[in-house]
Antibody, heavy 123, light 107 residues
Framework: QVKLQQSGAELVKPGASVKLSCKTS????????MSWFKQIPGQSIEWIGM????????GYNQKFKGKATLTVDTSSSTAYMDLSSLTTEDSAVYFC????????????????WGQGTLVTVSS | DIQMTQSPSLLSASVGDRVTINCKASQNINKYLNWYQQKLGEAPKLLIY???NLQTGIPSRFSGSGSGTDYTLTISSLQPEDFGTYFC?????????FGSGTKLEIK
């Protein structure tokens, strides 16, 4: 079955960077898309961007350009998100989620999600 | 960006009640509207896709309707396990956006 396993919680200092991972199994990673989302506890969810594992092509929410960088490693079926120049406003839970694919078409929604990674930015 | 406005933000209801949650988009989203349920400490769970299609494994007491800018999630007979926060989500236009959420409490 499809599984997305995210890396553990991070405590990072302001100004630093952090790299989150999302290890997948149960489907063909190399022809899939992965999106990342941000959720501050108690608040709504924001879409950060999406990456195609086939060629590393990316699309970002303008709000997160320069903040987030998405990459993949097809050899390990893992997606990554780098967050740079962290501030307290980046403290949140970050989720990865696979773009829906019915075997023929991709749709811009998400049925499979990772469990989330809590990032806390504090000195 | 398309703004998604949900109402109410907080809803308290009893087991067996019929519950309705509303979502209004700032522009026409052509029925590209999903509903998610999220419980504390968990990832969102897909309930409904493309306005009125029930995701596999979701109980039939959940249903969706709407068109244009106005959409509704209905729970026909509320069950104790239905507590949580519900989000609408539009995938008609980039960037993809979520509603502000409706917290559903069981009386």
């Amino acid at each position: 079955q499809v599984k997305l396993q995210q890396s553990g919680a991070e405590l990072v200092k302001p100004g630093a960077s952090v790299k989150l991972s999302c290890k997948t199994s149960g489907y063909t990673f190399s022809t899939s898309y992965m999106s990342w989302f941000k959720q501050i506890p108690g608040q709504s969810i924001e879409w950060i961007g999406m990456i195609y594992a086939g060629d590393g092509g990316t699309g970002y929410n303008q709000k997160f350009k320069g903040k987030a960088t998405l990459t993949v490693d097809t050899s390990s079926s893992t997606a990554y998100m780098d967050l740079s120049s962290l501030t307290t406003e980046d403290s949140a839970v970050y989720f990865c989620a696979r773009r829906y694919y019915d075997g023929t078409y991709y749709s811009n929604w998400f049925a499979y999600w990772g469990q989330g990674t809590l990032v806390t930015v504090s000195s | 960006d398309i703004q998604m406005t949900q109402s109410p933000s907080l809803l308290s209801a009893s087991v067996g009640d019929r519950v309705t949650i509303n979502c209004k988009a700032s522009q026409n989203i052509n029925k590209y509207l999903n509903w998610y349920q999220q419980k504390l400490g968990e990832a969102p769970k897909l309930l409904i896709y493309n306005t009125n299609n029930l995701q596999t494994g979701i109980p039939s007491r959940f249903s969706g309707s709407g068109s244009g800018t106005d959409y509704t999630l209905t729970i026909s007979s509320l069950q104790p396990e239905d507590f949580g926060t519900y989000f609408c989500f539009q995938h008609n236009s980039w960037p993809l956006t979520f509603g502000s959420g409706t917290k559903l409490e069981i009386k």
